[in-house]
């Protein structure tokens, strides 16, 4: 079993950054796939990214160039950096875990683990 806790979300200005964190517990990361999604009110859950264990990282479109993910296997921790953010990214974000660490997993039901969420507001 892995337990999954993000943190750094917060209310942030129109074309400011965050950088979320994604820690893990209960299991090494550094074999599985981690992901970003996010989801906002009224809205489908959205894939924001991910990255696997080669590491490979692939983005969804809305974020491309903006976002960027990182591991750092020593610390089991995932990261999500967020730049020129906008109101529309505006979202709780939620890390989510696979043990099948060589996929690009693109979808929520690919991912068997999840966080709790933190919420992230972009003011304009």
């Known amino acids: 079993q892995v337990q999954l806790v993000e943190s750094g979300g917060g209310l942030v200005q129109a074309g400011g950054s965050l950088r979320l964190s994604c820690a893990a517990s209960?299991?090494?990361?550094?074999?599985?796939?981690v992901g970003w999604f996010r989801q906002a009110p009224g809205k489908e859950r959205e894939f924001v990214g991910a990255?696997?264990?080669?590491?490979?990282?692939y983005y969804g479109d809305s974020v491309k160039g903006r976002f960027t993910i990182s591991r750092d296997n020593a610390k089991n921790t995932v990261y999500l950096q967020m730049n020129t953010l906008k109101p529309e990214d505006t979202a709780v974000y939620y890390c989510?875990?696979?043990?099948?660490?060589?996929?690009?997993?693109?979808?929520?039901?690919?991912?068997?683990?999840w966080g709790q969420g933190t919420q992230v507001t972009v003011s304009s």
């Open positions: 989510a875990a696979d043990p099948t660490g060589w996929r690009s997993l693109r979808n929520s039901y690919e991912y068997g683990y």
């Open positions: 209960g299991r090494t990361l550094s074999t599985w796939t």
């Open positions: 990255v696997n264990a080669i590491p490979v990282t």
